[in-house]
Nanobody, 126 residues
Framework: QVQLVESGGGLVQAGGSLRLSCVAS????????MGWFRQAAGKEREFVAA????????YYADTVKGRFTVSRDNAKNTVYLQLNSLKPEDTAVYYC???????????????????WGQGTQVTVSS
């Protein structure tokens, strides 16, 4: 397992942008696929985006496709989630997670991940 710490959340107006970061501990970061999930108040946690270990393949939920971009910098042990054109319904706690193997297969499934960060709050006002 790896330790994950998210940052970058905050309050933004609809149509605005944020960039979330997630820093991982250890020296094997590139062997993990990384995912972003979110949980709105009173709702179950849902998949947002994922990226393979070397960053060659990404995968998005339909609700964020074209607005959010996931990327990673393995030299910095960091995965990013760029949130553009934000909507009030994007309001949630956003979590990053790590899974092995680093393939994209299964990356949309919460149970595939064995390491989770503490979450960062994103609030979008209308």
């Amino acid at each position: 397992q790896v330790q994950l710490v998210e940052s970058g959340g905050g309050l933004v107006q609809a149509g605005g942008s944020l960039r979330l970061s997630c820093v991982a501990s250890g020296r094997t970061f590139s062997t993990y696929a990384m995912g972003w999930f979110r949980q709105a108040a009173g709702k179950e946690r849902e998949f947002v985006a994922a990226i393979t270990g070397i960053g060659g393949t990404t995968y998005y939920a339909d609700t964020v496709k074209g607005r959010f971009t996931v990327s990673r910098d393995n030299a910095k042990n960091t995965v990013y989630l760029q949130l553009n054109s934000l909507k009030p319904e994007d309001t949630a706690v956003y979590y990053c997670a790590a899974k092995r193997p680093s393939f994209i297969i299964g990356a949309g499934a919460e149970h595939e991940y064995d390491s989770w960060g503490q979450g960062t709050q994103v609030t979008v006002s209308s």
